[in-house]
């Protein structure tokens, strides 16, 4: 079945620093990506939609200037968390879908900020 | 996008029991998804079943849907401890993002 890769899988920063995390479709193209995150004991709430070839939209409430995204490829999107602070440190799942009818999870990444 | 929204939040049974938790949902859809989710850890894609399919069985696990109530039920039979999760319901349509709902978390105690 269609495989969908993340990394860093876990990753502790300093508050301040940025943090890219990668994902990738590894036997399928995918031309979008989706971005969540989810806080402990949360669903998955909707980020951001990764286009490829194109600018990145953002959900309400979500700062774009703050989690930068590009769509690097038809296999990689990348989630750049600048400047960041302890209120980021969540889990961070991005999904591809694969046509019509189904989507693939990564398998996350833990973010920690101290 | 399209939401699903599971039923109960919380289930706890002995290893061994049978754990059957619901889904519901408020459109017309192509298919149904579930997944599950183990702490701190990914989802996991466990079956899909497409909106002309009432029943679909994979291991153990067995889904059902019924479109005419737009909802779907996913059965664990046997459970094992390894089993605990929380599990959601998604109906994805085309390049759409997923919603989901608060999931259930299901403890298969030992």
């Known amino acids: 079945g269609a495989v969908v890769s993340q990394h860093p899988s876990w990753v502790i920063c300093k508050s301040g620093t940025s943090v890219k995390i990668e994902c990738r479709s590894l036997?399928?193209?995918?031309?979008?990506m989706f971005w969540y995150r989810q806080f402990p004991k949360q669903s998955l709430m909707l980020m951001a939609t990764?286009?490829?070839?194109?600018?990145?939209?953002?959900e309400q409430g979500v700062e774009k200037d703050k989690f930068l995204i590009n769509h690097a490829s038809l296999t990689l999107s990348t989630l750049t968390v600048t400047s960041a602070h302890p209120e980021d440190s969540s889990f961070y799942i991005c999904s591809a879908p694969t046509g019509v009818l189904e989507q693939y999870f990564g398998p996350g990444t833990r973010l920690t900020v101290t | 996008s399209q939401q699903g929204e599971e039923d109960p939040q919380a289930l706890s049974i002995q290893e061994g029991e049978n754990a059957t938790m619901n889904c519901s949902y408020k459109?017309?859809?192509?298919?149904l998804q579930w997944y599950r989710q183990n702490s701190g850890r990914g989802l996991v894609h466990l079956i899909l079943i497409r909106s002309n399919e009432r029943e679909k069985h994979s291991g153990r696990l067995r889904v059902t849907l019924d479109t005419s109530k737009k909802s779907s039920s996913l059965l664990i039979t046997a459970s094992r401890a390894a089993d605990t999760a929380s599990y959601f319901c998604?109906?994805?349509?085309?390049?759409?993002?997923?919603?989901f709902g608060k999931g259930t978390r299901l403890s298969v105690i030992a």
């Open positions: 998604a109906t994805p349509s085309g390049n759409t993002p997923l919603v």
């Open positions: 990764s286009n490829e070839g194109s600018k990145a939209t953002y």
């Open positions: 459109t017309s859809i192509n298919n």
């Open positions: 036997d399928f193209q995918a031309t979008t």
